[in-house]
């Protein structure tokens, strides 16, 4: 079911068992052949493609295209929501949908930038909720949930983890609006690098990659997409069912 397309009655009349999805993803550069909403258009065909499969067991909010994009904002087009912002409006549609009653939500997300604000806000609303039982609340990003390695999708992937406008998102991309990429024989390499791991570092996009995107899209291709995509939302599609299945009380799931 598509939040969007209900009326209220509707909504009001679903068990609050019902899984919500609510995708957030970002509009932010990807490089000089990408568009800038591509993260918004992958995540959107994902989550799309989850919802076909659960029909009216599972209720699938707008995408929230407005991301934590700040280490792209010397590059034209992008737009962000600054970090402190952005934890107030993830949170805000959370806190909605429990004041409405609902106890199994997924924040399903598609851009890098979101994860670390992701996680920081179902942290902290369970701590405000601490007094609800039965309630879920999650987030998670859709290339983590893959069930096999996303690199064995197909035979002539390069890559082997999720870059910026890479082989992968370009393949997926080259996929579902292939009308959107540039020439990928002008795009060189960037390669993926040690920024002092295992340590997290601070960066802005310039500090890695003055042209904007990193790892290889010159090997993208619109059937490694295909594959991609499949992987992607087989993954995405088994943690929902997992939601379903949950008993309402268990640590487990």
């Known amino acids: 079911m598509k939040l969007a397309e209900l009326k209220w009655?509707?909504?009001?009349?679903?068990?609050?068992?019902?899984?919500?999805?609510?995708?957030?993803?970002?509009?932010?550069?990807?490089g000089r052949h990408m568009p800038l909403f591509t993260d918004s258009l992958l995540l959107g065909e994902i989550a799309g493609r989850v919802e076909a499969q659960f029909s009216?067991?599972?209720?699938?909010?707008?995408?929230?295209w407005l991301g934590?994009?700040?280490?792209?904002?010397?590059?034209?087009?992008?737009?962000s929501a600054a970090p402190r912002t952005y934890l107030d409006l993830l949170a805000g549609q959370f806190e909605n949908f429990i004041a409405h009653?609902?106890?199994?939500?997924?924040?399903?997300?598609g851009h890098g930038?979101?994860?670390?604000?992701?996680?920081?806000?179902?942290?902290?609303?369970?701590?405000?909720?601490?007094?609800?039982?039965?309630?879920?609340?999650?987030?998670?990003?859709?290339?983590?949930?893959?069930?096999?390695?996303?690199a064995a999708a197909h035979a002539g992937l390069q890559q082997t983890r999720m870059g910026h406008a890479c082989e992968w998102e370009t393949s997926m991309l080259l996929q579902i609006?292939?009308?959107?990429?540039?020439?990928?024989?002008?795009?060189p390499p960037v390669e993926f690098g040690n920024a002092f791991e295992p340590a997290t570092r601070g960066w802005v996009m310039?500090?890695?990659?003055?042209?904007?995107?990193?790892?290889?899209?010159?090997?993208?291709?619109?059937?490694?997409?295909?594959?991609?995509?499949?992987?992607?939302?087989?993954?995405a599609a088994s943690l929902v069912q997992?939601?379903?299945?949950?008993?309402g009380s268990s640590w487990e799931g």
């Open 9 to 30: 009655p509707d909504v009001q009349a679903l068990s609050r068992d019902t899984p919500v999805i609510f995708p957030v993803a970002a509009l932010e550069q990807h």
């Open 56 to 64: 009216t067991r599972v209720l699938l909010a707008p995408l929230q």
């Open 68 to 79: 934590n994009s700040q280490h792209h904002l010397d590059f034209a087009g992008t737009m």
């Open 101 to 109: 009653g609902f106890r199994r939500l997924l924040m399903l997300n």
């Open 113 to 150: 930038g979101n994860d670390v604000p992701g996680k920081q806000v179902v942290y902290e609303l369970r701590q405000q909720h601490r007094a609800q039982p039965g309630l879920l609340l999650l987030f998670a990003t859709y290339w983590d949930l893959a069930l096999t390695a996303p």
């Open 177 to 187: 609006a292939p009308q959107l990429v540039g020439d990928l024989a002008a795009v």
């Open 206 to 235: 310039p500090d890695r990659s003055p042209p904007g995107h990193i790892g290889d899209a010159r090997h993208a291709t619109a059937e490694k997409g295909a594959a991609l995509l499949q992987v992607f939302t087989a993954g």
């Open 242 to 247: 997992r939601m379903l299945q949950w008993d």
